[in-house]
């Protein structure tokens, strides 16, 4: 496989849903952890913990568990609510592609981290800040080895049976269960908002020098 470029692997990391049940070398996942910790952390102090699961049972235990979740929260609640525009109605169902799905990815990688979210606001902001570069790290390796992930949190609802189902010890927090997999979908560019409408120079609203003379 041709490498990857830094700029091609952010510019088409896609959340990727459909993913085939083929397994996924070891050694690319092994990179993927690697890549992670080579994110900052706050004080280095390198608190986060990576599971890797590709035991069938264990996938299969947690898949239920989020497939339980989904339904609940997004086909049952999210879908079912009046008025939904297009977009968003997209959105929930390629979701619940992964919520129905989410038994059969080769590979699942819950991401914790050691203590609880703080109640004080500058803590609290550390706490996260310690894992999610690593996990964006993660996604990107991911991408580079041509290999699909999406972010996902819905766990959190039942994390005390994750914890349960890994042997997670108590003093640590899932943050993210991720599944891993060759994609079904293509690579390309995400929809998003042109950079310019949400950035400001120097104030909220100020806008580039090079912008200045117009309307």
């Known amino acids: 496989m041709a490498e990857l470029s830094l700029h091609d692997a952010m510019y088409t990391l896609r959340a990727m849903r459909r993913l085939k049940p083929d397994p996924v070398d070891e050694a690319d996942l092994h990179y993927l952890i690697e890549a992670a910790t080579m994110a900052p952390t706050a004080q280095n102090h390198q608190e986060w913990a990576f599971i890797i699961v590709t035991d069938r049972e264990q996938r299969r235990a947690i898949g239920e568990i989020y497939r339980g979740l989904g339904r609940r929260y997004i ?15 997209r959105v929930y169902r390629n979701a619940m592609i992964l919520v129905e799905g989410m038994v059969n990815v ?3 990688i819950v991401v914790a981290t050691r203590g609880e979210h703080p109640t ?5 902001t550390s706490f996260y800040g310690s894992v ?7 996604m990107l390796a991911a991408r580079a080895r041509g290999l699909g992930t999406t972010l996902t949190t819905l766990h959190k609802t039942r994390e005390r049976d994750i ?10 927090s899932t943050i993210a269960l991720i599944p891993v997999g060759h994609p079904r979908g293509r690579w390309g560019r995400p929809l998003r908002r042109p950079a310019h ?3 400001h120079w120097n104030r909220w609203g100020g806008r580039a020098l090079g912008d200045q003379g117009s309307t």
């Open 106 to 108: 080769p590979v699942q």
């Open 120 to 124: 004080d606001p500058t803590l609290g």
């Open 132 to 138: 999610y570069p690593a996990i964006q790290n993660l």
């Open 197 to 199: 409408e949400v950035t």
């Open 75 to 89: 086909r049952d609640r999210a879908l079912a609510s009046e008025g939904l525009d297009g977009e968003t109605e």
């Open 163 to 172: 914890k349960r189902i890994l042997d997670i010890p108590a003093d640590y």
